[in-house]
């Protein structure tokens, strides 16, 4: 296609079709996803997608803002997946509906809508449902061990027993299998939580996220820097934490494939609105990111730190972003 | 005279709401509200010390020298309070253990020396005490209104610990009893978030009704012309 007016190089993305990519891009996991844990994640996806659409239409009802232009743009639809697959794939139904809305109303449009939320609005949601409910937060099925009536059952009422239906997430099992006296990492590593590489099943998963991840770098939707700064840090300190005291931390690659890391590089800290947006920003954003998700994996109190290491460091970006300005062009650095 | 009182009232209680619009003594507004019985005793508690100093102060208002008006100020809040303190130990014990710090800290919350500072120095007797009832009374609302919310989302009923003033007395129930709560609402966190919700509401409802008090805007003198 040829232009007659400037600018003849334009990208033509508009934001329906960058979140339309991103949904594209989290279909490879969110398959291995269902078919390695059930089809509880199919459900919970539906729930929060209409949950999302529903909140986003109402909020913009009140805000008398255009309903077919900003619903149309995808962009709930993107924090509706991403909490989907944030929450465990048999929570109540409650759960995920509340922490959808939580994440529309509150964390995006009280804050001004898309475009002006300080903190990603899927972390928020998770990072208030994980306080409110630590329990039902933390239950998971393990790999392929519930049936898709049991898990609808599960999601929709019915009685919780939790040991009975729940494995321990791998880094749930590192966290309270390192308190035991005399606990040895190797041992318990060989533990039915742990796969080839990383924890049972969700090394696969985490390889269907690097796949979509790869194809975002690949559309240049997000660029190299997040994810490269992210994986790094995390591998670097994840590596000297290993050599130093290798009875006590997982090796790198563990870091890497447990809990919500992949998804976490690639989906949730390059969020161009909450994230850095100048080059050598986006590496101090994302490198902060690793150190502190490895952090409270490791001292903290709840398994995974994406999360909080994301809305932590969606605190710091107004003066990331500040302090990275690139120069003008012409002008010196100062 | 009494309109005078009426809007001393009114600046008090909504105009210049101590919770909502100065937001002064925020550090027992956000870490008291878990619930209404709580919010409400210290918010009582702060009234009737800011009545009462309010009142002292501006009794004694032209013998203190200007230059030490403060400790002397201060000196007068901290016997109040010490009273105050002393009867909550006395005749609502459980309630003073559950009230803890809090109690003493009225000497240093800032809305009753402000308060003193701003009014009591410069007014009379009975008009500092209505503005102290007044700003404390705004202070009574904003705190129950806080502590109500959080206790509803978080525990799903009202009125927890209730038998602490009133014997016998129970909470009520207003969600169902497998209401799982939403413990974010009772953290800190949630003090934060609906206290903002508040005077957003609060800033919401002041918007509406300068907009609709607004006269028509003068016609340029162009369009008359033409």
Redesign the interface.
């Known amino acids: 296609m040829t232009s007659l007016n400037s600018p003849y190089l334009r990208q033509a993305n508009s934001v329906t079709q960058v979140m339309g990519e991103v949904l594209l891009a989290l279909l490879p996991g969110v398959i291995v996803y269902v078919y390695i844990f059930g089809i509880g994640v199919l459900i919970q996806i539906l729930l929060a997608t209409l949950t999302a659409l529903v909140c986003e239409a109402g909020m913009l009802k009140i805000r008398s803002k255009p309903l077919g232009l900003y619903l149309g743009d995808l962009s709930a639809v993107v924090t509706a997946w991403l909490i989907a697959l944030a929450f465990p794939p048999i929570g109540p139904w409650w759960l995920v509906v509340?922490g959808t809305a939580l994440a529309i109303v509150?964390a995006k449009h009280?804050y001004g809508g898309l475009g002006q939320n300080p903190f990603n609005p899927a972390m928020a949601a998770y990072a208030?449902m994980i306080?409110?409910?630590p329990a039902?937060m933390s239950q998971w099925p393990g790999a392929g061990q519930l049936g898709g009536a049991a898990q609808a059952a599960l999601i929709f009422g019915g009685e919780r027993i939790a040991d009975a239906i729940t494995g321990a997430t791998p880094l749930d099992a590192l966290r309270t299998g390192l308190h035991a006296p005399n606990a040895q990492l190797i041992e318990l590593m060989r533990s039915q939580a742990f796969g080839a590489f990383g924890g049972r099943g969700w090394e696969w998963v985490s390889v269907g996220f690097l796949i979509g991840g790869l194809y975002l770098l690949a559309r240049r939707i997000i660029t190299w820097h997040v994810p490269l700064a992210f994986a790094g840090g995390l591998v670097l300190i994840a590596a000297i934490a290993h050599l130093l005291a290798p009875l006590r931390y997982p090796d790198a690659l563990f870091e890497l494939t447990a809990g919500a890391a992949m998804l976490g590089a690639f989906f949730i800290l390059t969020d161009p609105v909450s994230g850095a947006a100048t080059p050598r920003g986006k590496l101090i954003y994302a490198g902060g990111a690793a150190i502190l998700t490895w952090i409270i994996r490791h001292f903290g109190g709840y398994p995974d730190g994406v999360a909080f290491a994301t809305l932590l460091m969606n605190l710091c970006v107004p003066l990331i972003d500040m302090k990275t300005q690139p120069p003008v062009f012409g002008h010196k650095k100062d | 005279m009494n309109t005078r009182l009426l809007d001393i009232v009114f600046n008090g209680v909504w105009k210049n709401n101590a919770g909502l619009v100065q937001l002064l003594g925020m550090c027992p507004v956000l870490a008291i509200s878990t619930n209404v019985v709580n919010g409400a005793s210290l918010g009582i508690a702060t009234a009737v010390v800011m009545a009462s100093s309010n009142a002292t102060a501006a009794a004694l208002r032209n013998l203190i020298p200007y230059e030490i008006r403060i400790p002397v100020f201060i000196l007068i809040i901290a016997a109040l309070v010490t009273i105050i303190d002393l009867a909550l130990n006395a005749f609502l014990h459980p309630l003073y253990l559950v009230l803890g710090i809090f109690v003493p800290l009225i000497v240093t919350n800032c809305l009753v020396l402000a308060r003193i500072e701003a009014f009591a120095a410069k007014n009379g007797v009975i008009s500092s005490a209505v503005d102290g009832a007044a700003m404390g009374g705004g202070l009574v609302l904003v705190l129950s209104v806080l502590g109500g919310v959080r206790e509803l989302l978080g525990t799903g009923a009202l009125f927890n610990g209730i038998e602490l003033v009133i014997p016998g007395a129970h909470p009520i129930h207003l969600l169902p009893h497998d209401y799982p709560g939403f413990l974010l609402a009772i953290l800190p966190p949630g003090a934060f978030i609906v206290l903002g919700c508040l005077v957003a509401a609060r800033n919401w409802s002041d918007a509406r009704k300068a907009a609709r008090v607004r006269p028509q805007p003068i016609r340029p003198a162009a369009e008359l012309n033409a």
């Open positions: 509340a509150v009280l208030a306080v409110s409910f039902l």
